[in-house]
């Protein structure tokens, strides 16, 4: 139940710590029981750890929601179906991180999931989009057919924005630590906006949310002990877009729509990043590979840690974004803005902007290139400029280019 008499932000605290404890405390525990049932991720090809690890850590994460939101949510239908949702698709997680489900099957349980926040009114019925205005989707008449019946596309589209997060989140899960540091980011970027337009149920959501990924994230910091597997990145997916709808989404507030999209925007770019990859290539969006944004940079040299500060700081300048565009005045939700603040905003934004084309751009592309460059001197080869910038490319659309170290641009051991 939630505690009266608290002002919220004190309970998205308490929330925060208690689901951080709980996750913390019950991992080795998590860890005990993956290695007697199996559920343990050997190192392949395209792997960036080195050892055997167990992969149920998203169990303790479900727990640490759990007893947490038992403790801080306000009790209601929606809270009831959000936790319920939450506990179904952890559940399909540990199966496949047991039995390594099939794609179908998989986004069968994640849809499942979906439906029952949805069902008990989780969903965006209405949101505002700048010089559009207020829009409500409707119920629409699938060809005119009274046997099919109205579609409620807000339920639909709904559904399908739960699943989308879900998988974003899941698939920038193949590094230590990668998925678990930007929820916690996420989660507490999400939870302050949440508070600041009024819907602490969110905001107290986000905060655990974050919480019990902080919780996890000390064993599962590299070289990790333990992987959340899919337990825990389809659980802290579909969580982080509950709280966007509910605590952004279903507000009047004119660039609502923009707070969850700037705040995942890593995960959203490096999924469909891959997926563009992946369609080009004529490979399903569901088959692994190595084109995404920790893998190339492993792919060039970088340490997982030091993969992760880039990623992290990125990640903090996109959060800053977010809550500049919420909370900086610059401009009255009727179309005046206000010079000053304006600026600031736009000095929010291109510094955002530079920080995703360093990374994009910069690092995967120019960085290479240099490394190659250096390589082929060492060797003693001279190539025009064109064949080489022809040869980065290729590699980097392939994912086919070996590691090489930053410093000496020879072929790098991974530094754990």
């Given at each position: 139940?939630l505690?009266?008499?608290?002002?919220?932000?004190?309970?998205?605290?308490?929330?925060?710590l208690?689901?951080?404890?709980?996750?913390?405390?019950?991992?080795?525990?998590?860890e005990?029981?993956?290695?007697?049932i199996?559920?343990?991720?050997?190192?392949k090809?395209?792997?960036?750890h080195?050892?055997?690890?167990?992969?149920?850590?998203?169990?303790?994460?479900?727990?640490?929601v759990?007893?947490?939101?038992?403790?801080?949510?306000?009790?209601?239908?929606?809270?009831?179906?959000?936790?319920?949702?939450a506990?179904?698709?952890?559940?399909?997680?540990?199966?496949?991180?047991?039995?390594?489900?099939?794609a179908?099957?998989?986004?069968?349980?994640?849809?499942f999931a979906?439906?029952?926040?949805?069902?008990?009114?989780?969903?965006?019925?209405?949101?505002?989009?700048?010089?559009?205005?207020?829009?409500?989707?409707?119920?629409?008449?699938l060809?005119?057919?009274p046997?099919?019946?109205?579609?409620?596309?807000?339920?639909?589209?709904?559904?399908?924005g739960?699943?989308?997060?879900?998988?974003?989140?899941?698939?920038?899960?193949?590094?230590?630590?990668?998925?678990?540091?930007v929820?916690?980011?996420?989660?507490?970027?999400?939870?302050?906006i949440?508070?600041?337009?009024?819907?602490?149920?969110?905001?107290?959501l986000?905060?655990?949310?974050?919480?019990?990924?902080?919780?996890?994230?000390?064993?599962g910091?590299?070289?990790?002990s333990?992987f959340?597997?899919?337990?825990?990145?389809?659980?802290?997916?579909?969580?982080?877009?509950c709280?966007?709808?509910?605590?952004?989404?279903?507000?009047?507030?004119?660039?609502?729509?923009?707070?969850?999209?700037?705040?995942?925007?890593?995960?959203i770019?490096?999924s469909?990043?891959?997926?563009?990859?992946?369609?080009?290539?004529?490979?399903p969006?569901?088959?692994?590979?190595?084109?995404?944004?920790?893998?190339?940079?492993?792919?060039?040299?970088?340490?997982?840690?030091?993969?992760?500060?880039?990623l992290y700081?990125?990640?903090?300048?996109?959060?800053?974004?977010?809550?500049?565009?919420?909370f900086?005045p610059?401009?009255?939700?009727?179309?005046?803005?206000?010079p000053?603040?304006?600026?600031?905003?736009?000095?929010?934004?291109?510094?955002?902007?530079?920080?995703?084309?360093?990374?994009?751009?910069?690092?995967?592309?120019?960085?290479?290139?240099?490394?190659?460059?250096r390589?082929l001197?060492?060797?003693?080869?001279?190539l025009?400029a064109?064949?080489?910038?022809?040869?980065?490319?290729?590699?980097?659309?392939?994912?086919?280019?070996?590691?090489?170290?930053?410093?000496?641009?020879?072929?790098?051991?991974?530094?754990?």
């Amino acid at each position: 139940m939630l505690v009266d008499g608290r002002p919220d932000d004190i309970q998205a605290l308490f929330a925060l710590l208690v689901a951080a404890v709980v996750a913390w405390l019950l991992v080795p525990l998590t860890e005990r029981i993956a290695r007697q049932i199996g559920a343990i991720d050997v190192p392949k090809e395209r792997s960036l750890h080195v050892t055997p690890t167990p992969k149920l850590g998203g169990l303790a994460i479900l727990a640490g929601v759990l007893v947490s939101g038992v403790l801080w949510l306000q009790g209601g239908d929606q809270t009831v179906a959000i936790l319920a949702g939450a506990t179904v698709i952890a559940g399909f997680g540990v199966l496949d991180d047991v039995y390594d489900l099939h794609a179908a099957p998989k986004l069968a349980g994640q849809i499942f999931a979906a439906i029952i926040p949805v069902q008990a009114g989780v969903k965006a019925g209405a949101f505002t989009l700048p010089f559009v205005g207020r829009l409500e989707p409707g119920s629409i008449n699938l060809f005119d057919a009274p046997i099919v019946g109205e579609v409620d596309v807000a339920f639909v589209l709904t559904v399908i924005g739960i699943v989308a997060v879900v998988n974003v989140i899941n698939f920038i899960d193949g590094m230590d630590g990668l998925a678990a540091g930007v929820c916690v980011i996420s989660g507490l970027t999400l939870s302050v906006i949440a508070l600041s337009l009024d819907r602490p149920g969110a905001g107290v959501l986000a905060a655990l949310t974050a919480g019990a990924a902080l919780g996890f994230l000390r064993h599962g910091f590299p070289p990790a002990s333990s992987f959340m597997g899919d337990t825990g990145s389809n659980l802290l997916g579909f969580l982080l877009a509950c709280v966007a709808i509910q605590g952004a989404l279903k507000t009047n507030a004119v660039v609502a729509l923009f707070f969850p999209l700037v705040v995942l925007a890593i995960p959203i770019l490096d999924s469909s990043f891959v997926i563009a990859k992946r369609l080009k290539y004529r490979q399903p969006i569901y088959q692994a590979d190595s084109w995404h944004f920790h893998h190339r940079m492993a792919a060039i040299g970088f340490s997982q840690r030091r993969t992760l500060a880039y990623l992290y700081g990125w990640a903090l300048v996109l959060a800053g974004l977010a809550l500049a565009l919420r909370f900086v005045p610059y401009s009255d939700d009727h179309g005046n803005f206000d010079p000053a603040w304006t600026v600031v905003i736009l000095a929010c934004g291109i510094a955002a902007l530079a920080a995703s084309v360093y990374l994009v751009i910069v690092l995967e592309i120019l960085k290479l290139r240099r490394f190659r460059v250096r390589r082929l001197g060492a060797e003693g080869v001279v190539l025009p400029a064109e064949e080489v910038d022809r040869g980065v490319v290729r590699e980097l659309e392939t994912g086919s280019f070996p590691p090489v170290d930053p410093d000496t641009g020879e072929l790098a051991i991974e530094d754990r």
